[in-house]
């Protein structure tokens, strides 16, 4: 495996000591700056390939909201994941770090465990999507062919390849195969296999949380349940209809990315999905069905 490449920017060189003490392990290659000024340096340069940023707000010079306005506003680094650290931790100042792209937060002084863990969770999304891209190449024309469709899935592999295959039926594919990722992987975890938000973000500090969607799926209990996921052509637009066998969720509050939730490790999929993926997004019932639809031009 090779390494992953983490910039971390903090004008305190005590915080830098800690973090670069907290993220020594050999799979992750650390850069530091000191500044605002320096980290953009460090980031526009032509041969910058950092997997991952770990951001301070509070800085002289070029704040943080600002290195990061920067970053969502290059395509070349719009999608690499930035962590934000700060001890301005009101709703307000969460939800403008939100708006801008900062979708991992931690907030100062932080647990080392936390730290680790938003690392993890971070550097594990950003994985996903890259796979997710990789999948589609060569799918593309082939879907498009369809009027309509019913697919099954089980695991989360499942899940990937086919929010791979189906994101080309989106004017932008990545967001859409990033979207549909986020609801098949809702729908088998929290649906069928019962794990919330609380259990998922336990599971996600140990580090547990893919084994234990593993050994679930393999319980007779779960066993025989899937996830239906119907697509219908709607003239210009496509229609994706998911379905679980479980008993539903409170699905009204991860409609929106919440500052309260920002600290989580988990819990954001829904509402980027929602945002950035969906002309449309409807849970139905007790939320064990959402009908999502993309936009025209996919076709």
Same mark, same amino acid.
């Given at each position: 495996?090779?390494?992953?490449?983490?910039?971390?920017?903090? =004008?305190?060189? +005590?915080?830098?000591?800690?973090?670069?003490e907290t993220?020594?392990?050999?799979?992750y290659?650390?850069?530091?700056?000191?500044? !605002?000024?320096?980290?953009?340096?460090?980031l526009?340069?032509? =041969?910058?390939?950092?997997?991952?940023? &770990?951001?301070?707000?509070?800085?002289?010079?070029?704040?943080?909201?600002? &290195?990061? *306005?920067?970053?969502?506003?290059?395509?070349?680094?719009?999608?690499?994941?930035v962590i934000?650290?700060?001890?301005?931790?009101?709703?307000?100042? &969460?939800?403008?770090?939100?708006?801008?792209?900062?979708?991992?937060?931690?907030?100062?002084? +932080?647990?080392?465990?936390a730290?680790e863990?938003?690392v993890?969770?971070?550097?594990?999304?950003?994985?996903?999507?890259?796979s997710?891209?990789d999948?589609?190449?060569h799918?593309?024309?082939v879907?498009?062919l369809?009027?309509?469709?019913v697919? *099954?899935?089980?695991?989360?592999?499942?899940?990937?390849?086919?929010?791979?295959?189906?994101?080309?039926?989106?004017?932008?594919?990545?967001?859409?195969?990033?979207?549909?990722?986020?609801?098949?992987?809702?729908?088998?975890?929290?649906?069928?296999? !019962?794990?919330? +938000?609380?259990?998922?973000? *336990?599971?996600?500090?140990?580090?547990?949380?893919?084994?234990e969607?593993v050994?679930?799926l393999?319980?007779?209990?779960?066993?025989?349940?899937?996830?239906?996921?119907?697509?219908?052509?709607?003239?210009? =637009?496509?229609?994706?209809?998911?379905e679980?066998?479980?008993?539903?969720?409170?699905?009204?509050r991860?409609?929106?990315?919440d500052?309260?939730?920002? +600290?989580?490790?988990? !819990?954001?999929?829904?509402?980027?999905? *929602?945002?950035?993926?969906?002309?449309?997004?409807?849970?139905?019932g007790?939320?064990?069905? &959402?009908r999502?639809?993309?936009?025209?031009?996919?076709?």
């Open positions: 495996m090779s390494e992953m490449k983490i910039l971390v920017v903090d =004008d305190e060189p +005590f915080n830098l000591d800690i973090i670069i993220l020594d392990d050999p799979s290659q650390l850069t530091t700056a000191e500044s !605002g000024e320096e980290a953009w340096d460090l526009s340069r032509p =041969d910058s390939d950092f997997d991952l940023v &770990v951001l301070d707000r509070m800085m002289r010079g070029i704040d943080g909201i600002e &290195v990061l *306005r920067r970053i969502k506003a290059d395509p070349r680094l719009s999608e690499v994941p934000m650290q700060t001890a301005a931790a009101s709703p307000d100042q &969460v939800r403008e770090g939100l708006q801008a792209g900062a979708h991992y937060y931690l907030t100062k002084p +932080f647990e080392l465990e730290l863990t938003i993890r969770a971070a550097l594990e999304d950003a994985a996903q999507r890259r997710l891209l999948g589609m190449n799918q593309a024309r879907i498009k369809a009027d309509s469709a697919f *099954r899935i089980r695991t989360l592999e499942d899940a990937q390849h086919l929010a791979a295959l189906l994101g080309n039926l989106f004017p932008e594919p990545q967001l859409g195969a990033m979207g549909l990722s986020e609801l098949f992987i809702n729908a088998i975890e929290h649906g069928n296999l !019962g794990i919330d +938000f609380a259990e998922k973000s *336990r599971l996600k500090e140990q580090d547990r949380w893919h084994d969607v050994h679930r393999g319980l007779p209990e779960f066993r025989e349940l899937s996830v239906t996921v119907s697509i219908a052509r709607k003239g210009s =637009d496509w229609e994706f209809l998911i679980d066998q479980g008993k539903g969720f409170e699905w009204e991860f409609l929106e990315l500052p309260e939730r920002a +600290f989580a490790p988990n !819990g954001r999929g829904i509402a980027l999905a *929602r945002q950035l993926a969906f002309s449309r997004l409807t849970y139905e007790s939320g064990n069905r &959402v999502v639809l993309a936009d025209g031009g996919a076709a």
